[in-house]
């Protein structure tokens, strides 16, 4: 049964694990798994309150969707996350992801959010989607780190 979140009509976590299996176990070309961090979401959403953050999050969710979705699928696993499986190599997908994450910061244009996203190259990087879980998420640190590197004055992976 598909599993769908209420705010942006993403797959859910466990959607996103079904997928994850699905192609890992696949006999086809390289797939990207990307995390893409919204930084700042849960202090937003205290700061504005949880109707307003939720607005903000869907609207979010329309634009990542809308790059996203043609090539590839979106989840939403946690609060402050957008995942997306896409089923073609890095080198076509990155571009997607920069494009993604460029729509977040026009929607997203309060000061309080940021946007990193780290990958897992399937089959090759991972062998099950737990797996796969933790090297994106340790490529999303990497990138945190940089941009908080490039920019002083960044709090909380902003």
Request: proline share 6%.
């Amino acid at each position: 049964m598909l599993q769908i979140d209420r705010l942006t009509g993403f797959g859910t976590r466990e959607e996103l694990f079904s997928d994850l299996s699905d192609a890992l176990e696949a006999e086809s070309p390289e797939s990207v798994f990307a995390v893409v961090d919204l930084a700042g979401a849960e202090e937003y959403r205290r700061r504005f309150g949880e109707r307003t953050c939720d607005t903000l999050i869907a609207q979010l969710g329309g634009a990542f969707a809308r790059i996203v979705r043609p090539s590839g699928s979106c989840y939403r696993p946690r609060y402050g996350e957008f995942c997306a499986l896409v089923r073609q190599p890095l080198a076509k997908v990155r571009p997607l992801l920069d494009a993604a994450t460029g729509a977040l910061r026009v929607v997203g244009s309060p000061a309080e959010l940021s946007f990193s996203y780290g990958v897992t190259i399937l089959p090759d990087e991972a062998g099950d989607p737990i797996e796969a879980l933790i090297i994106a998420d340790q490529q999303l640190n990497i990138a945190r780190l940089g941009r908080e590197r490039r920019d002083p004055q960044a709090q909380h992976g902003r």
